[in-house]
């Protein structure tokens, strides 16, 4: 019976390792997935609707990178069924953008990588995005002309948000803005040219950009447009009561629209019924230093214009304007000429210049050349009558202190002072 026994449990015990063994080849023990390792970046270039992120993998011992790429959430553990930015193929690390943000918000961000055995995600990272301010803009100055002035600028900050409308606004005050007056940039490049300024004038000038939180303006810049001919002679400016008048005689040889005025040095002045020019004993030092002596033909070019962009021949109206002013024609010669002996011989009566006029004694001309040191003789665009073969004419002397309203033979030469456009 005990010989029995031990026979049956050896018999068990055999039954038992074959089922052990046979289950164990039946049934493999199954493999561990490799996903990939990676870590998340911390944001950058973080504005009010985007930011930069990134990721790092660090591992892979499975499969190839299917693709890694960034989610992100407003709730904490994004996964793929969030926001993504996807693409990335390789080991290492990548970055990628988030946008269309909310301002001034927290958002969740994982760094993920996909291969064949499953998708993994890196650290869970924070950030705010921020809040959003007006845009910034810096203002630059290219050329300045007459009546003009080219103007450059840039969007230096918008916050993220899109810039609605650009542009430029100025003022004759500090400080303008769209309340004064604009021109709107509405092509890719921050560029304009601001017009209808008057020539010899100070501006200020101010870039702006607009977006949905307001409106910003750049630095601002002063700026005083030229007084120039088509010769490249420049002048300056005064201005006496409501009119602006320039320092300096013309000394343009060219009408506005580029023709050429001739230089007649003879006897023919007499007998021209055209526009000429020329200096004071036909010295072109004495042009430099007084300007041109002009007969009225060339004054009154209408169809070429004698005078700089912005710029034109005073009438006889107004050189009574500037006389009243004064205290009437019997005062205004002495508060108009250049004081001191250097250009109006002596005693110069009455000569203050007060108003910085600043008038020479370029003397004149008609088949000679007279007076240069005594007096000073200046055009105005008025005939005595119409169709007259007279002007207007006011003279200066070295010896009184009044202006004088003369008219004169249309072939005489004198000077030519211009008044600013209004």
């Known amino acids: 019976m005990k010989k029995l026994l031990i026979c049956h449990f050896t018999c068990i015990a055999l039954a038992t390792i074959l089922f052990i063994s046979c289950k164990t080849t039946e049934e493999p023990k199954q493999e561990q997935l490799q996903l990939p390792v990676l870590k998340t970046k911390a944001a950058t270039e973080i504005t009010a609707t985007s930011a930069t992120g990134g990721g790092n993998i660090t591992a892979n011992d499975g499969s190839n990178i299917i693709t890694s790429g960034i989610c992100w959430s407003l709730k904490s553990t994004p996964t793929l069924s969030d926001s993504i930015t996807k693409g990335y193929t390789y080991m290492g690390e990548y970055t990628g953008s ?180 020329c200096d004071f004993t036909n010295s072109a030092s004495n042009g430099l230093k007084y300007g041109h002596l002009y007969n009225w033909y060339a004054v009154n070019n209408g169809k070429n214009n004698l005078a700089p962009l912005g710029w034109h021949i005073p009438t006889n109206d107004e050189w009574t304007t500037l006389t009243d002013y004064l205290g009437g024609l019997s005062v205004a010669g002495g508060k108009l000429k250049e004081v001191g002996t250097a250009n109006w011989k002596s005693p110069n009566t009455g000569a203050t210049n007060e108003t910085g006029f600043t008038a020479m004694a370029g003397g004149w001309t008609y088949l000679l050349y007279f007076n240069m040191g005594a007096d000073g003789a200046w055009w105005t665009s008025t005939e005595v009558s119409l169709n007259s073969d007279k002007a207007w004419s006011k003279f200066m002397y070295y010896n009184y202190n009044y202006v004088e309203n003369v008219d004169m033979s249309k072939n005489f030469g004198f000077s030519v002072r211009c008044v600013r456009d209004n």
Not at 149 to 168: D, N, P, Q, R, Y
Not at 188 to 209: P, W
Request: proline share 2%; aromatic share 10%; net charge positive.
């Open 98 to 277: 988030l946008r269309n943000l909310l301002s001034d918000t927290t958002y969740y961000v994982r760094a993920y990588a996909t291969n064949y055995d499953g998708t993994a995600y890196g650290n869970q990272i924070t950030f705010r995005t921020l809040k959003p301010t007006i845009p910034t803009v810096k203002t630059t100055l290219s050329t300045i002309y007459n009546t003009s002035a080219k103007i450059e600028a840039t969007v230096t900050s918008s916050s993220g948000l899109s810039i609605l409308s650009k542009g430029f606004c100025w003022s004759e005050t500090s400080g303008p803005t769209l309340s004064d007056k604009t021109t709107e940039v509405t092509v890719s490049d921050f560029k304009s040219e601001i017009s209808n300024l008057k020539s010899g004038s100070a501006y200020y000038v101010r870039a702006y950009a607009k977006s949905s939180v307001g409106i910003g303006y750049g630095n601002e810049l002063k700026i005083t447009t030229t007084i120039a001919d088509l010769d490249g002679n420049t002048y300056h400016a005064v201005t006496i009561g409501t009119q602006t008048w320039m320092v300096e005689n013309l000394k343009t040889k060219k009408y506005q629209d580029g023709t050429i005025i001739p230089n007649v040095t003879t006897d023919a002045w007499t007998s021209l019924t055209t526009g000429a020019w």
